[in-house]
């Protein structure tokens, strides 16, 4: 069930890749170097990118989506950003696409109470939600992401491993559809696993969008300097690549080798006994000067309001387009035209 990116190189035309970021937040830079720069890496491959917005799997955790409209309109930026090229990707939101959602209906009945339990991604996010009790939303949204992969015949998922029980759901349920009304509508997607390193937060947890310890996309140099500066490190003075022993230290020299192009081995050996400062400092450039255009291309697209708007209209209009085939392919073998 896994691709490898060698695999999408022979052929990139074969592949429509889907995938989207939770609207909770503005992305960091684990998103860019972890995901963002990979579907841009694809879209240039000549991969077609369907990128969804899922406001409504916001709901899993919490009782309102917070300003949503204003956080999809923030992603656009990150996406456009980061190099992502609205002229050939569709970005749209879960809710403004009727037919992916009905596709809910039909997916729901294929699968079992029990196997929707045995989840562990949702076992764990039970495990750590703020809610006082369980709603059915969090027990069914991989149902809901697995019609977002196929309202679009998605056949490619770049995902984290914590993503693979959801894509399994997706899988399962592309082949039970089919068996069911004995029509071949679907094809199993395939995952393309990330490759890329997890980068740390400056608390030395996983770097994440709501635990207040990212270095996001949106924040320029003086901040980026001083978020860096604040980073937790260790006390020893002497500099080593060691991601288990010292994983702070390690990540930040990561950081520096993902913005430099080079290797965070040798970073450590030209830092030496410099200590954390010089560490730092130098991770402080190589980010700032790594992301200089990234910025300026930023400030222009976050400049045009209008012009972020108008892509997610378009992909809106498209994933529309897209999903009511979709819908109407299913409804047939279901037999209810
Ligand atoms: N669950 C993903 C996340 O938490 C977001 C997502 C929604 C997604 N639908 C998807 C990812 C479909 C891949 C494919 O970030």
Partial sequence: ???????????????????????TGPLHLGHYFGTLQNRVRLQRLGVELFVVIPDYQVLTDRDIADRPAERAEELVLDYLAAGIDPERATIFTHSAVPALNQLL????????VAELQRNPTVKDEIA?????????LMLTYPVH?????????????????????????????ARRFNDRYGAAVFTEPEALLSEAPLLLGTDGGKMSKSRGNAITLGADEDRTARLIRGAKTD??????YDPEQRPEVSSLLLLAALCEGGEPQEIAEEIGDRGSAALKQRVTEAVNEYFRPHRTRR????ADRAHLRAVLRAGNERANAVADATLAEVREVMGMR
């Fill in 1 to 23: 069930m896994q691709t490898s990116t060698a695999q999408v190189q022979q052929d990139p035309s074969r592949y429509r890749v889907l995938t989207g970021d939770r609207p």
């Fill in 105 to 112: 209906l039909p997916f729901l009945s294929l699968v079992s």
């Fill in 128 to 136: 750590h939600s703020r809610q006082s009790s369980v709603s059915g």
């Fill in 145 to 173: 992401q697995a019609a977002d992969i196929l309202s679009c015949k998605g056949n490619l998922v770049p995902v984290g491993q914590d993503q693979l029980p959801h894509l399994e759901t997706a899988r399962t349920i």
């Fill in 235 to 240: 006390t020893e003075r002497r500099i080593g």
């Fill in 299 to 302: 400030a222009e697209l976050a």
